[in-house]
Structure formats: C-alpha cells, structure tokens
C-alpha cells in the first residue's frame, strides 16, 4: 500500500486547508481508510474514518469543523479543514486500515499559527 499526503502548510486560526492522499491502486480496493495526526509531543491519533458506502467518523476535537471524503475522479482521500486552531498543529497522516492494521504513508505538516 503506497499512500502520499500533501496539502499541508503554514494557516492562521479560523483559516482552512485540504490535504489530499494519493493512493497506489484502485480507491475502491481500500475499504477503510482515514487520516491520523501526530502533534508534538503527543501519540498518533485518529481524526477522521471513511468507509465504502461513505459511511465517516470523526474525532470529537474536529467534528463539524473537518470534512473526510473520497474523490474517485483522482483516486484521491481528502480531508477539508475549516476553523482550523492552533491545537490542530501537527503531521498528518493518511492511512489504508487492512484487516485491522493500519498503513501510512508519508505524512504532510500542517502549522495553525494564533
């Protein structure tokens, strides 16, 4: 599984971003798949879970403000961010969960500033 997050960057408080993955293979064969972060100092966390039959879930920390979804045109997951804070600051990171395990690829810096 070969996964490439970009999108990521520098972003004022209540600015957006839109991270995009690019997925090896076709999107339809990856049935689950989401975005993680790691902000410093912190473990790895989930944010946001997409499923075939767009069935998403998010963390409580960014429900209503982040929007997962897949762009099959591209072969793309993307993740739209809105209202972004300061406490978002962190590497994202997207992933392919396959039996349970979940896959990363490299991920992309996303900077809040105040």
């Known amino acids: 599984v070969q996964l490439q997050a970009s999108g ?8 957006s971003l839109r991270l995009s993955c690019a997925v090896t293979g076709d999107l339809f064969s990856h049935e689950v798949m989401g975005w993680y972060r790691q902000r410093p100092g912190k473990d790895r ?4 879970i997409s499923t075939l039959g767009d ?7 960014v429900k209503g403000r982040f929007t997962i979804s897949r762009n099959n045109a591209k072969n793309t997951l993307e993740l739209q961010m809105n209202r972004l804070e300061p406490e978002d600051t962190a590497v994202y990171y997207c992933t392919s969960i396959v039996d349970g395990t979940p896959y990363f690829g490299q991920g992309t810096q996303v900077t ?3």
């Not at 966390?45 to 946001?48: D, G, H, M, T, Y």
């Not at 069935?55 to 920390?61: E, L, M, Q, V």
């Open 8 to 15: 990521g960057g520098l972003v004022q408080a209540g600015g």
């Open 112 to 114: 809040v500033s105040s």
């Open 55 to 61: 069935f998403a879930n998010y963390a409580a920390s």
């Open 45 to 48: 966390e989930l944010v946001a």
